[in-house]
């Protein structure tokens, strides 16, 4: 457990509605006999086609939350996606929902947003930032169009979702956001320039916001995952493909040896198993408010990130340990 889990209690630093969200919260989700369940808990989650958000909807209803799955295109409830989640839901008696959201389109954030408050009766109490989109080519080949579509899916998508649910939260003095980063917002790899980007951006704003919403209960959540075996990457590569069909020959023979290993990148296996995540995300949200840590990394192989992780807090700690942000910054370092 990390040392943010282990502190006593960092909202007692606060004063105010934080000290009544932690006593309100405080060992909320986790049965008397030890296991979890996380009935009376509403939980959004974004990007619930498959991967990391279909597992976290599946994995959380099952522990009793009610879940809201969102994903675009939802043709009515006609998608197939959809359909089978609700199938499982009906089979299972399951408390899971599926609204459209598109995190790309402002309108359909603001009605997804209210449609799952509305389901939820009222402020959720966890939203889970997971919809993104990867492609993989040197920068340089980079137009607009892609970039665009990568920064909008995988920051601002996150920051318009975030911002549509705080209102209701910050009324209601408590909550949880998680946002799913990469091992990728803290190093870089070569040909994967726009997706670590849009990955180390996701880790400065969402950790600034941690240290902005600690005084009014909510707490903050970055989870950093490795390689998995998920369809990003599958589907990113329809994208990527796209991408440097615009791409002039003269540009691509100069970046040839980058455009094969990319390709490799988007198409290797994984020896790991995704269910990791809405694992890691569950035992988060199973621990009393306050007491949740600012990121997690998950991955067999975590130390590089957390390497970083380390180093990048010790650093922090001395820009804002001391000083009119040092009540801010104890409330949240981990």
Same mark, same amino acid.
Request: a negative charge; aromatic letters at 6%.
């Given at each position: 457990?990390?040392?943010?889990?282990?502190?006593?209690?960092?909202?007692?630093?606060?004063?105010?509605?934080?000290?009544?969200?932690?006593?309100?919260?405080?060992?909320?989700?986790?049965?008397?006999?030890?296991?979890?369940?996380?009935?009376?808990?509403?939980?959004?989650?974004?990007?619930?086609?498959?991967?990391?958000?279909?597992?976290?909807?599946?994995?959380?209803?099952?522990?009793?939350?009610?879940?809201?799955?969102?994903?675009?295109?939802?043709?009515?409830?006609?998608?197939?996606?959809?359909?089978?989640?609700?199938?499982?839901?009906?089979?299972?008696?399951?408390?899971?929902?599926?609204?459209?959201?598109?995190?790309?389109?402002?309108?359909?954030?603001?009605?997804?947003?209210?449609?799952?408050?509305?389901?939820?009766?009222?402020?959720?109490?966890?939203?889970?930032?997971?919809?993104?989109?990867?492609?993989?080519?040197?920068?340089?080949?980079?137009?607009?169009?892609?970039?665009?579509?990568?920064?909008?899916?995988?920051?601002?998508?996150?920051? $318009?979702? &975030? !911002? *549509? +649910? #705080?209102?209701?939260?910050?009324?209601?003095?408590? %909550? @949880?956001?998680?946002?799913? /980063?990469?091992?990728?917002?803290?190093?870089?790899?070569?040909?994967?320039?726009?997706?670590?980007?849009?990955?180390?951006?996701?880790?400065?704003?969402?950790?600034?916001?941690?240290?902005?919403?600690?005084?009014?209960?909510?707490?903050?959540?970055?989870?950093?995952?490795?390689?998995?075996?998920?369809?990003?990457?599958?589907?990113?590569?329809?994208?990527?493909?796209?991408?440097?069909?615009?791409?002039?020959?003269?540009?691509?023979?100069?970046?040839?040896?980058?455009?094969?290993?990319?390709?490799?990148?988007?198409?290797?296996?994984?020896?790991?198993?995704?269910?990791?995540?809405?694992?890691?995300?569950?035992?988060?949200?199973?621990?009393?408010?306050?007491?949740?840590?600012?990121?997690?990394?998950?991955?067999?192989?975590?130390?590089?990130? $957390?390497? &970083? !992780? *380390? +180093? #990048?807090?010790?650093?922090?700690?001395?820009?804002? %340990? @001391?000083?009119?942000?040092? /009540?801010?910054?104890?409330?949240?370092?981990?």
């Amino acid at each position: 457990m990390s040392a943010f889990a282990a502190a006593p209690n960092r909202r007692a630093l606060l004063a105010g509605a934080s000290a009544v969200a932690v006593a309100s919260l405080s060992g909320h989700g986790r049965a008397e006999d030890g296991v979890v369940d996380f009935s009376g808990r509403s939980v959004l989650i974004t990007g619930t086609s498959s991967g990391f958000g279909r597992l976290t909807a599946r994995t959380l209803a099952r522990m009793g939350a009610s879940v809201i799955a969102s994903m675009r295109n939802l043709d009515g409830g006609a998608r197939p996606e959809a359909r089978d989640l609700l199938t499982i839901a009906a089979n299972e008696d399951l408390d899971l929902h599926v609204v459209e959201i598109d995190v790309a389109d402002d309108a359909l954030v603001a009605a997804g947003v209210a449609e799952a408050e509305r389901l939820a009766g009222g402020a959720l109490d966890v939203v889970v930032n997971n919809a993104g989109v990867g492609v993989a080519g040197p920068v340089e080949l980079s137009d607009m169009d892609v970039t665009r579509l990568m920064f909008e899916t995988n920051l601002y998508g996150y920051l $318009r979702v &975030a !911002n *549509a +649910a #705080l209102p209701k939260m910050r009324e209601n003095g408590a %909550g @949880q956001i998680f946002n799913v /980063s990469s091992q990728l917002g803290r190093f870089v790899i070569p040909s994967l320039g726009l997706y670590c980007a849009t990955k180390f951006g996701l880790e400065a704003l969402f950790e600034t916001m941690a240290y902005e919403l600690a005084p009014h209960g909510i707490d903050m959540t970055i989870i950093q995952p490795g390689g998995y075996p998920t369809r990003i990457w599958e589907n990113g590569r329809r994208y990527t493909d796209q991408w440097l069909a615009r791409v002039s020959d003269e540009k691509k023979a100069a970046y040839e040896p980058h455009i094969q290993m990319a390709t490799a990148l988007m198409t290797g296996g994984q020896p790991t198993n995704p269910i990791d995540v809405p694992n890691a995300i569950a035992e988060i949200m199973a621990l009393p408010a306050g007491k949740r840590p600012l990121r997690r990394v998950v991955h067999p192989r975590p130390d590089a990130a $957390r390497g &970083a !992780n *380390a +180093a #990048l807090a010790q650093v922090q700690a001395g820009v804002l %340990g @001391q000083g009119p942000y040092a /009540s801010w910054h104890a409330a949240v370092a981990d």
